[in-house]
Every structure is written in C-alpha cells, then in structure tokens.
C-alpha cells in the first residue's frame, strides 16, 4: 500500500507560479514510477508530467518548457515546479504512483489560475 499527499494548489495569476509537493508513505521502496495528472471541469484526466525510477520525464505537450518535474528520493516526495502559468493550467492535480502494475492516487489538489 502507497499514501500520496498533495500540498502547493492555489490561486494564481497568469503568468504566475506554483510548486507541487507529494509526499509518499507505506511502501515506498516498490514505487516504480510517479507523476501528476489533472483534471479541468467537463474535461478528462490527462497526463501533466511523471519520472520514472530511473529518470526518464515526460511531459504533455501543453506544459513542456513550463512545468518541471522532480523526485526527492530521500524525502520520499515528487514535485511539479508550474511556470508561466495560463489560465487554462486550471485543474485538479493528482498525484500518482506506480507499483507493480498498480496505481495508487493522491486526493488532489485544486489550481486556480485566474486574475
């Protein structure tokens, strides 16, 4: 069993940034993969940013070259450092975990981008 918690959302202005903090606890030692997912109302929920284990990052299109992804292994936390942020970054983030083919998720966290 994994636990994720979210901490950073906000309210922004465009232009604007914010950092994303999950910190795991349980069993840490078998996550494979981590990443940020977020969810616009009436919209899907689409993949923002994951690491894996060994440091491959990918990004969706949307936030390449203003959303950054890191993994502090002995803080047991992964982060999204959001730059240049629109109004349309608005959204639920989850967090999320990968453990042997199973995917744990964090409660989310509600970014505003709005003047």
């Known amino acids: 069993q994994v636990q994720l918690v979210e901490s950073g959302g906000g309210l922004v202005p465009p232009g604007g940034s914010l950092r994303l903090s999950c910190e795991a606890s349980?069993?840490?030692?078998?996550?494979?993969?981590m990443g940020w997912f977020r969810q616009a109302p009436g919209k899907q929920r689409e993949l923002v940013a994951g690491?894996?284990?060994?440091?491959?990052?990918n990004y969706a299109d949307s936030v390449k070259g203003r959303c950054f992804i890191s993994r502090d292994y002995a803080k047991n936390t992964v982060y999204l450092q959001m730059n240049s942020l629109k109004v349309e970054d608005t959204a639920v983030y989850y967090c999320?975990?990968?453990?042997?083919?199973?995917?744990?998720w964090g409660q989310g966290t509600q970014v505003t981008v709005s003047s």
């Open positions: 349980g069993s840490i030692f078998s996550i494979n993969a």
């Open positions: 999320t975990a990968g453990v042997d083919g199973k995917e744990y």
């Open positions: 690491t894996t284990r060994g440091g491959r990052k």
